[in-house]
């Protein structure tokens, strides 16, 4: 029992020392999808899915949740946010070539289609993320489209 309190005492400790310590937050205001909406052309409908769905992991601009003030939630978000950001950042779509943007398009799908994306954990604490089928849906058929325009784009003059 001794121990059992010792070991407690240090858990606390270590908690409350953690407290004093927070990831560098992934904030950049602005409208920094633009290109990425221009190019692709998404229905209001999308755009907001994108907004309320995607853009937390896969932006250069997180909406962080209350709790994102306590470690070691904190750390656990902003790892989220930097693996989301590497294999997929709506804010940087400029710098991606045609052919990285047709593959992107096609793996969204994928994501959306298997229900990988957007993450269980974060449908779970944010409602109304998770996408229906009437969405997923919208968002294969707005891929298929616009995978063509990439497409194209890659064909020789
Ligand atoms: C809570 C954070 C989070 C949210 C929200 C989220 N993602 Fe992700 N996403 C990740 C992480 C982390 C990875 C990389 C690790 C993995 O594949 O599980 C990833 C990977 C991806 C990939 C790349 C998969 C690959 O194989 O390279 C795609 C595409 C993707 N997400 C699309 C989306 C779309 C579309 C949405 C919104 C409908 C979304 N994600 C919402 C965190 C998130």
Redesign the pocket.
């Known amino acids: 029992m001794k121990l059992l309190k010792k070991i407690s005492l240090a858990v606390v400790v270590v908690l409350v020392g953690m407290q004093f310590f927070s990831p560098t937050k992934n904030i950049s205001p602005g409208s920094h999808t633009e290109v990425f909406i221009k190019e692709t052309n998404p229905s209001a409908e999308l755009k907001t899915?994108?907004e309320n769905?995607?853009y937390?992991?896969?932006s250069n601009n997180t909406e962080y949740p209350w709790y994102n003030n306590i470690a070691p939630i904190s750390y656990l978000l902003a790892d989220?946010v930097k693996?989301?950001k590497k294999?997929?950042n709506f804010s940087e779509w400029q710098g991606y070539s045609l052919r990285k943007k047709d593959r992107?398009l096609e793996?969204?799908e994928e994501?959306?289609v298997d229900g990988?994306?957007?993450?269980n954990?974060?449908t779970f604490l944010h409602n109304d993320t998770a996408?229906t089928p009437n969405e997923v849906n919208e968002l294969v058929e707005w891929v298929r489209q616009t995978r063509i325009i990439y497409q194209l784009g890659k064909q020789p003059k």
């Open positions: 899915i994108f769905s995607c937390d992991c896969h989220h693996e989301g294999h997929l992107l793996e969204i994501e959306v990988n994306m957007p993450l954990q974060y996408l």
